[in-house]
């Protein structure tokens, strides 16, 4: 049986999307006779993606009516579910901008794109084309669930949530590195088979197809609840789904015994709070002060590695150039039939057809699933996906000093939000000062004029 249903998705140009929840939405049975609406500001993507999804819609017998369309006021008319994958770009180029300016003050960001004075300007030049978005679905699509993969998460969803109607969900897939490095413990005690060369948890194509063949056996094997704030959550249990049995004892055991080169940041803060944070050093250098001291220059202790903006730049080209490729028909898409929606087809199934599904990880405002962080903040633990909607899983409170290191981040996002939306350069003053990454006011005002001064462009409400 299939439950038609109206789908839009925002910046469907971007090669992930097209390679990973446009065929998993297609290759769906029960949202057959859907209608899928595609925008993306850029012509050529959007061209190429809507031709691939011809070709999948066709060669699936998929029975989807497809529209393309490049402004979002076109395509949002009647949706049930809106997908934001939008990037104010270019990306790489203002990811690598946002790392290099705060540096001219001796400033260095471990990673620049969540949290950090990086995050702050990230998320600000993303808040008024989503705004934008957000206020048409109030108008056309009241009902519609936002389903967001635009980072900074936690801004983003935060800014749909505090300043408009729209029910917003964010999603992401950092849950699967936890699972991985526990696969990766646990792997002599539960027979996993772990390929060689996995060197971390950071930001390599390799490594990624390497963890890839680590989480296929571990998911359906373990259950581990995790919550926090996204790319900032905490590992609370590990049960084996065969026997029952409690596995954090033997975990922090087998953790333990491999190499200290390995996430050599997880490894310290495990150790300092007695809960394993999931999201591997890289991204949760974001959020930490330990990380950024410009004497001991702690990022080569813990080998943190910068994300390479030219590879990934020139990646995103090779990518898009081998969609038009499958576009064209010049190659085949049987490989697109076990791609990963990254919970979007979960959501909207379940949603739209009164289904029941377990989610691993989804951020949602705080209603008390986590006890001790503030009340309507985005956080992220598991949830349940019916008809009625994405329900949050309560986990009860996190250990006070781990809820004081997020709530710190959550009020930083929440003045950053709060900053760009209101064009407030004192608030955005704030929220650099409260970012563990600065040490000094004077500093920060230079780093917060540079960045408006270099964005003017993207944030004009600082200059009006």
């Not at 803060?269 to 930490?288: K, N, Q, R, S, W």
């Not at 608030?427 to 970012?435: P, R």
Request: net charge negative; hydrophobic share 40%; charged share 20%.
């Amino acid at each position: 049986m299939s439950l038609p249903t109206k789908i839009t998705v925002i910046g469907a140009g971007s090669a992930s999307f097209g390679e990973n929840t446009l065929s998993a939405l297609l290759r769906s049975k029960k949202l057959r006779g859907s209608t899928l609406a595609l925008v993306d500001r850029n012509p050529r993507s959007l061209d190429i993606v809507h031709r691939l999804a011809a070709r999948l819609n066709r060669e699936w017998d998929a029975g989807f009516t497809i529209s393309a369309h490049t402004h979002h006021d076109e395509a949002l008319p009647g949706s049930d579910f809106v997908v934001n994958a939008i990037e104010v770009g270019p990306r790489e180029e203002l990811w690598k901008s946002d790392f290099e300016i705060p540096l001219k003050y001796g400033v260095r960001q471990p990673y620049a794109e969540n949290g950090g004075p990086g995050g702050f300007a990230h998320a600000a030049r993303n808040v008024r084309p989503v705004l934008e978005i957000v206020r048409t679905m109030e108008q056309v699509c009241p009902q519609a669930w936002f389903i967001n993969f635009t980072n900074p998460m936690v801004r983003i969803c935060d800014l749909v949530n505090r300043y408009s109607h729209i029910k917003v969900v964010g999603l992401c897939h950092q849950i699967y590195i936890g699972y991985v490095m526990v696969g990766i413990a646990l792997a002599a005690d539960l027979g996993f088979e772990i390929p060689e060369g996995i060197t971390g948890m950071h930001a390599d194509p390799l490594q990624y197809a390497l963890h890839e063949q680590v989480k296929r056996q571990v998911v359906g094997r373990l259950d581990i609840r995790a919550a926090g704030t996204n790319h900032f959550t905490w590992i609370l249990s590990i049960h084996d789904r065969q026997t029952g049995e409690d596995l954090y004892p033997r975990f922090r055991e087998r953790w333990a015994a491999l190499s200290p080169e390995f996430e050599p940041l997880t490894r310290d803060v495990y150790d300092a709070f007695g809960l394993f944070p999931v999201p591997g050093d890289t991204h949760l250098c974001e959020y930490l002060p330990w990380v950024s001291d410009p004497q001991t220059k702690p990022w080569e202790k813990y080998n943190i590695r910068l994300y390479d903006w030219d590879f990934f730049a020139s990646m995103r080209d090779f990518s898009l150039n081998r969609l038009e490729s499958m576009a064209e028909g010049v190659i085949p898409v049987d490989g697109l039939l076990e791609t990963d929606s990254e919970g979007a087809l979960e959501i909207i199934e379940n949603v739209a057809g009164a289904g029941n599904h377990y989610h691993l990880a989804a951020n949602l405002p705080n209603t008390g699933q986590i006890a001790n962080l503030p009340l309507n903040a985005i956080v992220e633990t598991p949830v349940i996906v019916d008809g009625a909607g994405i329900h949050p899983v309560h986990v009860g409170s996190l250990p006070e000093p781990v809820a004081e290191l997020c709530r710190r981040e959550l009020l930083c996002a929440q003045l950053g939000i709060e900053a760009a939306v209101e064009g407030d350069r004192q608030k955005a003053l704030q929220c650099l000062l409260l970012d563990p990454v600065i040490r000094d006011i004077g500093t920060a005002r230079r780093i917060l004029d540079d960045y408006l001064t270099a964005y003017r462009e993207h944030l004009p409400q600082f200059w009006q």
